[in-house]
């Protein structure tokens, strides 16, 4: 069976690979210390820190296995000048005529994506619609709560 390739800018994979880097040396260290710090108190049936310190452990264990996976099946994608059509790299104005709002999305691969920023994933619901489109064209975004239409205005 093949592995599933993620498909990541050159600069979205040096972040991965800063971020791996991090949680595998720093963050691992800091966490270790906390857990010893929290034995060294005694009884660890009722220490909240030291369980808090466990669960942390997890979570960036976890973190470290899927950006790890994620850095090994990579696909690197050349960056594209091209604006006549949307494709990763791309930010793209579009307009939800049922909201009456316009937005600006930038669409990435899925590791580079960041809600707060509007860098969306180019395997997310919308930016699987708006892929390969052009301004002026209205795609269907089909989302877990239902369809809508976004109005391409602008790609930059």
Same mark, same amino acid.
């Given at each position: ?18 971020? =791996? ?22 009884? =660890? ?53 049922? =909201? ?57």
């Amino acid at each position: 069976m093949s592995e599933q390739q993620f498909e990541m800018t050159q600069k979205g994979y040096d972040e991965a690979v800063e971020r =791996l880097k991090y949680l595998q040396t720093v963050k691992r260290q800091e966490i270790v210390e906390r857990i010893s710090e929290a034995r060294s108190h005694g009884d =660890l049936s009722e220490n909240a820190e030291y369980d808090a310190a466990r669960n942390e452990q997890a979570a960036n264990e976890g973190e470290i296995a899927e950006l790890d996976y994620k850095i090994k099946n990579a696909k690197i994608i050349e960056l594209i000048a091209d604006t006549s059509y949307v494709h990763i790299g791309s930010k793209v104005k579009v307009y939800d005529e049922e =909201l009456d709002e316009e937005d600006v999305y930038e669409i990435t691969g899925s590791t580079e994506s960041n809600a707060m920023e509007n860098k969306i994933s180019n395997e997310s619901p919308v930016g699987k619609a708006l892929l390969k489109h052009k301004k002026g064209e209205t795609v269907k975004v089909m989302a877990p709560d239902g369809e809508y239409k976004l109005t391409i205005k602008e790609i930059f």
